[in-house]
C-alpha cells in the first residue's frame, strides 16, 4: 500500500512539473509578466485591432509578449518551432529588412475547439504579405502557438 501511495505521490508531482514547465497552468501560477489573451466570444475586436497595431508598427518586441514559451513559426518558408526568443528575433529581423506600410486584418473566426484565428494582409514597399495567426486555447487565457509571413 505504501507503494502505491509513492507511486501515486510521484505522479501527481510528475504531472504538476510538467504542467507548470510546459505553460499550461492555472491563473494563480500564471507569471504577471506576460500579458493575457483574455477567452470573451467578443475578443476577437480588441485583440485582432492590437495584433494590428503592432504589425503595423513593425513591433516584435511587443507581438513577442504573447507567444507562448514556444512557437511554431515560418517566415518567407523558413519554418520550425522556436522558443519565445528566438521567435522574436527572427520577427524583428524580418520587420527590420521589410518595413510595414499598411496592414488590413482579412479574416477573423473563433473555432469550437477554443482557438482563434486571424489573417492579415501586410503591405511593405517591397511586396505583400499574409500574415497568419494561431491563438491557443489555455485554461484561464490564450497566447499565440503558430505565425506564418507568406509572400502574396
Given at each position: 500500500?505504501?507503494?502505491?501511495?509513492?507511486?501515486?505521490?510521484?505522479?501527481?508531482?510528475?504531472?504538476?512539473?510538467?504542467?507548470?514547465?510546459?505553460?499550461?497552468?492555472?491563473?494563480?501560477?500564471?507569471?504577471?509578466?506576460?500579458?493575457?489573451?483574455?477567452?470573451?466570444?467578443?475578443?476577437?475586436?480588441?485583440?485582432?485591432?492590437?495584433?494590428?497595431?503592432?504589425l503595423?508598427?513593425?513591433?516584435?518586441?511587443n507581438?513577442a509578449?504573447?507567444?507562448?514559451?514556444?512557437?511554431?513559426?515560418?517566415?518567407?518558408?523558413?519554418?520550425?518551432?522556436?522558443?519565445?526568443?528566438?521567435?522574436?528575433?527572427?520577427?524583428?529581423?524580418f520587420?527590420?529588412?521589410?518595413?510595414p506600410k499598411?496592414?488590413?486584418?482579412?479574416?477573423a473566426?473563433?473555432?469550437?475547439?477554443?482557438?482563434q484565428?486571424?489573417?492579415?494582409?501586410?503591405?511593405t514597399?517591397?511586396?505583400s504579405?499574409?500574415?497568419?495567426?494561431?491563438?491557443?486555447?489555455?485554461?484561464?487565457?490564450?497566447?499565440?502557438?503558430?505565425?506564418?509571413?507568406?509572400?502574396?
Open positions: 500500500m505504501k507503494l502505491l501511495s509513492y507511486c501515486v505521490f510521484i505522479f501527481v508531482y510528475s504531472l504538476f512539473i510538467h504542467t507548470n514547465a510546459s505553460g499550461h497552468i492555472s491563473k494563480d501560477l500564471n507569471d504577471s509578466s506576460q500579458p493575457i489573451l483574455q477567452v470573451e466570444a467578443g475578443s476577437l475586436g480588441s485583440i485582432s485591432e492590437e495584433l494590428k497595431t503592432y503595423r508598427e513593425g513591433n516584435a518586441k507581438i509578449k504573447y507567444f507562448g514559451s514556444n512557437l511554431t513559426l515560418s517566415i518567407l518558408g523558413e519554418n520550425g518551432v522556436y522558443t519565445k526568443y528566438q521567435s522574436e528575433i527572427m520577427l524583428s529581423t520587420f527590420n529588412q521589410h518595413k499598411t496592414v488590413k486584418l482579412t479574416q473566426s473563433n473555432a469550437n475547439n477554443g482557438y484565428y486571424f489573417t492579415f494582409s501586410l503591405t514597399e517591397q511586396a504579405y499574409r500574415v497568419f495567426i494561431k491563438i491557443g486555447a489555455g485554461s484561464n487565457s490564450q497566447s499565440i502557438e503558430e505565425l506564418r509571413i507568406d509572400k502574396n
